[in-house]
């Protein structure tokens, strides 16, 4: 497992200096020069999606090319890391020790509330939970929540409050009334951890939405789209080694 920060790269401002993004604007050669530099200094091989804010999930394997279009991924292969690209939106790693499965989601608001999926069907976490099914990894699966804007600074309107809690009454509690009138400061990394109480036995570690973990409020450690707008992306992964 891994997660990146912005630090030691080779973009220029406002990259700097750790991209890994292909997609946002900044030099090809600054971009892959990164993307190798993270590969050696891994025992496995990384595999970048294209991500959108849907709720595909893909199975990766040893020769899975770059650019494959989807927000999870999973593999049951040694050697390949499933790789997820995030600058305020929370990475999730699946670990599943009895049926040797790895799996890694971006996930942002829409991702999770479903608006990215097909209708009825749930978001991003409920499409890798009905992998995790198929392959009878639910019962023993491990998840990590990585760094993601914080719920003092991610603030949102009504449209996304109504998104989740017209589904679950729960979520409620992952939004606070924001300053702005008709605003919410919302809870990223609870709005996951709830989703995931709902499986039953999943052990969960990492973000617990302090500011810590807070890519807004942490400008020299992680890239924010929320802060600047035009920045690069940092990286979580996980993989099978034996």
């Known amino acids: 497992m891994f997660c990146t920060t912005r630090v030691g790269g080779f973009s220029l401002p406002p990259y700097d200096?750790?991209?890994?993004?292909?997609?946002v604007g900044d030099n090809p050669q600054s971009v892959f020069d990164n993307r190798q530099l993270l590969a050696q200094q891994l025992?496995?091989?990384?595999?970048?999606m294209r991500q959108v804010h849907g709720c595909v999930v893909a199975q990766l394997h040893h020769?899975?090319?770059?650019?494959?279009?989807?927000?999870?991924?999973?593999t049951l292969d040694t050697g390949v890391a499933c790789t997820i690209m995030v600058a305020d939106c929370l990475p999730l790693l699946f670990y599943s020790p009895s049926k040797h499965l790895v799996a890694a989601v971006h996930a942002g608001w829409r991702g999770l509330a479903g608006l990215g999926g097909e209708g009825g069907q749930g978001g991003v976490l409920e499409a890798v939970q009905r992998v995790l099914t198929s392959h009878?990894?639910?019962?023993d699966v491990q998840v990590w929540l990585g760094p993601c804007i914080g719920p003092q600074a991610f603030e949102v309107g009504d449209d996304v409050r109504q998104a989740f809690v017209?589904?679950?009454?729960a979520a409620?509690?992952?939004f606070q009334s924001a300053p702005r009138a008709g605003k919410y400061l919302c809870d990223l990394a609870l709005l996951a951890r709830?989703?995931?109480?709902?499986w039953g036995g999943v052990q969960v570690q990492g973000n617990d939405s302090t500011p810590l973990w807070c890519t807004y409020s942490n400008p020299t450690v992680f890239f924010?789209?929320?802060?600047?707008?035009?920045?690069?992306?940092?990286a979580a992964g996980i993989a099978l080694t034996h």
């Open 17 to 23: 200096s750790f991209n890994l993004g292909d997609h």
């Open 43 to 48: 025992p496995v091989r990384p595999v970048f």
């Open 63 to 74: 020769d899975t090319p770059d650019g494959q279009l989807a927000d999870a991924c999973f």
């Open 136 to 139: 009878g990894a639910l019962d």
């Open 166 to 169: 017209s589904h679950d009454a």
């Open 172 to 174: 409620q509690a992952a």
């Open 194 to 198: 709830l989703r995931l109480a709902t």
């Open 224 to 234: 924010s789209y929320r802060r600047v707008g035009v920045c690069g992306r940092f």
